[in-house]
């Protein structure tokens, strides 16, 4: 037996928490009764409607997405602009983990596995995220230790990053950091508290997966020690 949110979850309809709102919201029926609990659990042979049509769990999936700028982390867009899924070919639903903006290029995982993908976003986790970002003006090294140390956000202070120069041009630098956490536009953010707007940015590592040997717009599958390890993670097992 499972979770009957868990379960809607593993059959790709969205992550946990939006299937506890679905839950709620008195669109799931199990056998035939809709069901508003979210403790019911449900066991094989019974049988399971979302918004009146019959779900069953698909196979999960898992693909690694060097995003290109001009996209969209989104499953869909009503403005018809192009989203990461449309970059994927794949039979199941998938989904963005996460988010990168439209702006910014680098790696992202989509899938339809909704646990993990929760499991993996949820801040106490921790995931390193490594960003490579050309910023306006030369970075000295008492703002770099504003960033390594935490800066003021309108959302909060910002946890301890790893920050390292990577070289400088004619008015602007280039700057490598990790961070553990994943605010909205977080990066960006930053750079604009310490003076230095970003000009590009790009997302080179998230946890153990890389961007090497993925051209912009490339996608490729998970390996199954790529997708056992995330699990790992997920369950705070590995750092």
Not at 201 to 214: E, F, Q, S
């Amino acid at each position: 037996m499972e979770r009957l949110q868990k379960f809607l979850a593993r059959s790709g309809i969205a992550s946990r928490r939006k299937c506890e709102e679905l839950i709620l919201a008195g669109r799931v029926m199990v056998n035939g009764e809709t069901v508003t609990e979210l403790g019911t659990r449900v066991q094989l042979g019974d049988v399971v409607w979302f918004d009146g049509k019959p779900v069953a769990p698909e196979r999960l999936e898992y693909y690694l997405l060097n995003k290109p700028a001009d996209v969209i982390c989104a499953v869909s867009d009503h403005r018809g602009q192009k989203t990461v899924v449309d970059l994927v070919a794949s039979p199941v639903r998938l989904f963005p983990v996460g988010r990168l903006d439209r702006d910014t290029t680098g790696i992202i995982i989509l899938t339809n596995d909704g646990a993990m993908a929760h499991s993996l976003m949820h801040p106490r986790f921790e995931v390193d995220k490594v960003y490579k970002a050309e910023v306006e003006g030369e970075v000295t090294e008492d703002e770099l230790d504003r960033l390594r140390n935490g800066v003021q956000l309108e959302d909060g202070l910002t946890r301890p990053a790893v920050v390292l120069l990577m070289g400088k041009r004619s008015g602007g630098s280039f700057v490598e950091i990790t961070l553990h956490e994943g605010r909205k536009r977080q990066v960006r953010r930053m750079f604009d508290a310490i003076g230095h707007p970003v000009w590009k940015l790009h997302r080179k590592r998230y946890a153990m997966l890389t961007d090497v040997g993925l051209a912009p717009g490339g996608s490729r599958p998970l390996k199954e020690k790529e997708v056992a390890a995330l699990r790992k993670l997920a369950k705070g097992e590995i750092s």
